[in-house]
């Protein structure tokens, strides 16, 4: 199997989630066609959103970067800032980067080498794509590099000694946004430099998780601290090492399983045996819960810097 297969949003977060839950030794099974009974785990833009399940269906939709679904009786979501404003929400971690490539280890105490790993067009902060940016990186006596999905070497961290992953430097939180970068980065033990964002901020336990910067200033000062503090990039990648095993996929299968018999089977025992009204009353709070979600991601949008 291609390693790479993974890394669009449905075959990570359907069919892998899938594929490791059943070599788990779980009852599940994959369908083309949606089921006409049973639990449901599918990715909230595969169905359409006002998808209302019927009595014998119980909606587990996984949110992901899209808008959750409107009647599903649960949604996952990429991060816990999610569930305070979410009803019925749950987060779960994503999977680990399959076909990732570690830092090589022999590099030792190299600091030569930046680099931005993903979708560059939409989730890198302009200033960090400017030839201007390039010369101040020089400057250090770094090499700057973006590895995008165009990139050969878009899962290699093996030449790496920094990644740099700010999405907006005038805009923080990213409500939808997961932690992703900064598992990659634990995992290929590789220092993180990380903007402002709810999920990685999330799973900050100390200084040595990653550092955050909001600025272009605020960025070089941390680049520079790092080349000049060899002790301080040892320190951060044996953290990561360390953090990275809250997140193996035998923790993420035991996650999934635990959520699905503790929390979607008890519901779906209760929903199966709701009344015909308390249905309208659960279908007519999820549209006027939308209607406020609208109303609020506009203001939002309108009066501050938050994403």
């Given amino acids: ?13 359907v069919y892998q989630t899938f594929d490791l839950l059943q070599a788990a030794g779980k009852p599940v099974k994959l369908s083309d066609a949606l089921p006409d009974k049973g639990i449901i785990i599918t990715l909230s833009g595969l169905i359409d959103i006002k998808f ?44 680990p980067q399959l076909g990732l490539i570690p830092r090589n280890p022999s590099r030792r105490n190299l600091f030569e080498t930046a680099a931005f790993f993903g979708d560059n067009k939409h989730n890198l902060a302009k200033e960090f794509q400017t030839d201007e940016w390039r010369k101040k990186m020089a400057n250090l006596g770094l090499q700057w590099c973006i590895r995008n999905e ?12 920094v990644v740099i992953a700010v999405r907006d430097l005038n ?13 990659n980065c634990w995992i290929a033990a590789v220092p993180a430099v990380l903007g402002s964002e709810y999920a990685f901020q999330e799973e900050r336990q100390s200084k040595l998780d990653y550092i955050e910067v909001s600025s272009v200033p605020e960025t070089l000062k941390a680049l520079s601290r790092l080349k000049n503090s060899p002790e301080l990039r040892l320190r951060m990648t044996s953290n990561g090492l360390i953090r990275s095993s809250e997140i193996q996929k035998e923790e993420i299968i035991k996650k999934w399983w635990d959520l699905i018999v503790k929390e979607a089977m008890p519901k779906f025992e209760k929903w199966k045996n709701m009344t015909e009204n308390n249905r309208k009353n659960y279908i007519l709070k999820r549209k006027i819960d939308q209607k406020i979600r609208n109303v609020r991601h506009r203001l939002f949008k309108v009066l501050c810097k938050e994403h």
């Fill in 1 to 13: 199997r291609s390693t790479e297969y993974f890394l669009s949003t449905e075959l990570n977060w």
């Fill in 150 to 161: 165009y990139s050969p070497q878009r899962l290699d961290y093996s030449d790496i000694d």
């Fill in 52 to 95: 209302l399940p019927n009595p014998d269906q119980f909606y587990m939709a996984i949110s992901a970067d899209s808008c959750p679904a409107v009647y599903a009786q649960m949604r996952i979501v990429q991060n816990r800032m999610q569930t305070k404003h979410l009803s019925d929400s749950f987060f779960l971690p994503h999977w």
């Fill in 171 to 183: 805009k923080k939180g990213f409500i939808r946004k997961p932690a992703s970068k900064l598992y």
